[in-house]
């Protein structure tokens, strides 16, 4: 099978040729018709000191099963998070990781809804916006972005702000459903909000939390860090929490799995429509990070194997 990889840090990536994996206990074997790009993926590969297995989301058929699988089966179509390496004509999923796709949607949809979805989702949840408050969202264009406004608006939120990188993406995050478009380094965000799910971090955390009106929150999922000082904290009450998916998924199944199902019933009856900026093939690998990078895409770039 072919599969990307790379040998020093920042690249390039190319092809190779390897076997196909065997699934061990625990593990399903997914020929992947679809895989997701995502900035810390390229971020680790352009930072991280040792190359890392370029993982990620995965969705597509499942052709073999490991010992001890009891929920799927061959045949079935599944997607979820891979751990090994993901950008690969076949993958290994751990069961626990995995989920079904329903009938009426396909790998995209999936790679375009679920991952970023289940963020966007938790982070609105850990923000706890009341109907009626303002939410901001930084990277309003990007994968988890664009459906953080969607849903941002589909909880009653009484105004929605979209924060971008470039005056082009204004009228794409717009057409979400947010009611504002700012954009970084622009001066002024406008009136303050309520709520702020931040996916930028480093530099932008202080315009983002200045955003905040009294009482504010701001919710950081960002793999970009960042610093906050106490006294920005202080002066109007405002609280900061940190959300990553992945904790969830390992310790809160039971969640996981109700927002999942809140995802694919708000996107069956119309009110979540996951964005696809661009397909690209496997061996187009570094034209999709090269996207990323950019900050270009508006909505999800998948990789197509």
């Keep these: 099978m072919r599969r990307v990889r790379y040998e020093s840090a920042g690249g390039p990536l190319f092809l190779e040729e390897v076997p196909v994996p065997e699934p061990g206990p625990g593990e399903l074997l997914v020929r992947c018709a679809a895989v997701g790009v995502t900035l810390p993926v390229v971020r680790k590969v352009t930072e991280a000191a040792e190359p890392i297995a370029l993982g990620g989301e995965v969705a597509g058929e499942v052709v073999a099963a490991g010992e001890g699988v009891t929920r799927f089966r061959v045949g079935e179509q599944v997607t979820g998070m891979c751990f090994g390496h993901g950008y690969a004509d076949f993958a290994l999923l751990h069961e626990a990781m ?4 329903p009938d009426g949607a396909d790998a995209v949809d ?24 303002a939410v901001l969202v930084t990277a309003a264009a990007g994968g988890v972005g664009h459906l953080a406004v969607q849903l941002a608006r589909a909880r009653g939120a009484g105004r929605v702000v979209g924060a971008v ?31 702020v799910l931040d996916a930028v971090g ?25 610093t906050v000082q106490a ?27 109700r927002w999942r199902l809140e995802l694919w019933r708000l996107f069956a009856e119309g009110t979540l429509k996951p964005a696809v900026h661009a397909e690209f093939a496997l061996e187009d690998a570094a034209k999709a990070h090269e996207t990323i990078e950019r900050r270009a895409n508006l909505g999800k770039v998948v990789l197509r194997p």
């Design 98 to 101: 995995a989920s079904p796709i």
């Design 110 to 133: 999936a790679i375009a809804l679920v991952r970023s979805g289940l963020v966007a989702y938790g982070a609105l949840e850990a923000a706890r916006p009341a109907p009626g408050e």
């Design 165 to 195: 990188s470039a005056p082009e993406k204004a009228e794409f995050v717009r057409s979400l459903g947010a009611d504002d478009c700012v954009r970084y380094g622009g001066g002024s965000w406008g009136d303050p909000v309520d709520c």
């Design 202 to 226: 480093g530099d932008l955390l202080t315009p983002a939390l200045a955003a905040l009106a009294p009482y504010g929150r701001l919710v950081a999922y960002s793999s970009g860090g960042g």
């Design 231 to 257: 006294y920005d904290l202080l002066v109007g009450a405002k609280s900061v929490t940190g959300f990553q998916m992945a904790l969830i998924a390992r310790g809160r199944p039971d969640l996981y799995e």
